[in-house]
């Protein structure tokens, strides 16, 4: 009889907690984020100088929030770039788009002033409508090459943000157990 006491809240713990997790949770109107990025691509370079230079890229990857299950949390994206050192000073853009399992989409700029990089803008689609954001960007170190004119990298991604009141369906799945 004791062993068949302990059994049942196990077996019930079994069958409860995975349909729980299965619930989606609110997103936050606003908020912190926390995430890590990785991705890989390709690059053009245009050598001139040993105090200039020019590139673009195109890269592709995915992030990862802390904690898990929270804004940005297993998003893909995709970013488009160019950069350029002039007179040994280093500015860059890019903008990328991220969509989430839902589909629902954001966009974001980010800055590049020598070794500084901000976000300054977003716009969203579905949950993300009406969206601001603000952070920055820090490099997790520098990662060899795999192939001529591709690159590959991880970033911390710190910061804000803001749902706009148009925001529709402002849930989002929890992490998987």
């Known amino acids: 009889m004791k062993r068949l006491l302990v059994f049942i809240p196990v077996m ?4 409860i907690l995975p349909a729980l ?22 690059q ?27 804004f940005l949390d297993m ?44 976000v300054d803008m977003a716009v969203g689609t579905g949950k993300y409508e009406g969206i601001t954001r603000k952070g920055g960007t820090e490099p997790v170190g520098t990662f060899p090459t795999v192939k001529p004119g591709t690159v590959q990298g991880c970033d911390h991604n710190v910061g804000t943000y803001t749902l706009g ?3 529709s369906g402002t849930t989002i799945a ?4």
Request: glycine share 10%; charged share 25%.
């Open 44 to 70: 053009n370079s245009v050598e001139f100088s040993k105090n200039a230079s020019v590139q673009s890229w195109e890269v592709v990857g995915t992030n990862r929030a802390n904690p898990a299950g929270s």
């Open 75 to 118: 998003t893909t994206f995709r970013c488009i770039g160019s950069g350029a050192t002039l007179n040994g000073k280093y500015s860059a853009r890019d903008v990328c788009e991220a969509v989430d399992k839902d589909g629902d989409k954001i966009i974001t700029r980010f800055i590049t002033e020598g070794q500084k990089t901000t």
């Open 165 to 167: 009141p148009e925001a």
């Open 174 to 177: 929890p992490p998987r157990q």
């Open 21 to 42: 997790a299965q619930q989606k949770t609110d997103l936050p109107k606003e908020g912190k984020y926390d995430t890590m990025a990785c991705w890989s691509g390709t």
């Open 12 to 15: 019930m713990s079994g069958l």
